[in-house]
């Protein structure tokens, strides 16, 4: 798995949409080699996160629960708890 994307599965409280975007965004920028979404990458880069995201909320949605949370927490709410 790449390294840059945390579980999000297992999360309490669960993982937000922002939090879902930002993984998708890391997905696709991870599997379509781009290191910054530009204004040439931006329309397709935009569609792919759109879907990526939905299909991971899906995804989410029909997991069973996880026994145990996962090790790290997301990133956005990493960077929540550092500006506290």
Same mark, same amino acid.
């Given at each position: *798995?790449?390294?840059? &994307?945390?579980?999000?599965? /297992?999360? +309490?409280?669960?993982?937000?949409?922002?939090? &879902?975007?930002?993984?998708?965004? +890391?997905? @696709? %920028? !991870?599997? /379509?080699? &781009?290191? !910054?979404?530009?204004?040439?990458?931006?329309?397709? @880069? /935009?569609?792919?996160?759109?879907? @990526?995201?939905?299909?991971? /909320? +899906?995804?989410?949605?029909?997991?069973?629960?996880? !026994? +145990?949370?996962?090790?790290?927490?997301?990133?956005? %709410? %990493? *960077?929540?708890?550092?500006? @506290?």
């Amino acid at each position: *798995m790449c390294r840059n &994307i945390t579980p999000l599965r /297992g999360l +309490q409280p669960e993982a937000t949409d922002d939090e &879902i975007r930002a993984a998708a965004l +890391q997905y @696709v %920028r !991870k599997v /379509g080699s &781009i290191s !910054k979404v530009s204004t040439n990458t931006r329309e397709a @880069v /935009g569609r792919a996160v759109d879907l @990526v995201a939905e299909a991971t /909320g +899906q995804l989410l949605a029909e997991l069973p629960a996880r !026994k +145990q949370a996962p090790k790290t927490d997301p990133p956005l %709410r %990493r *960077m929540a708890k550092a500006e @506290v």
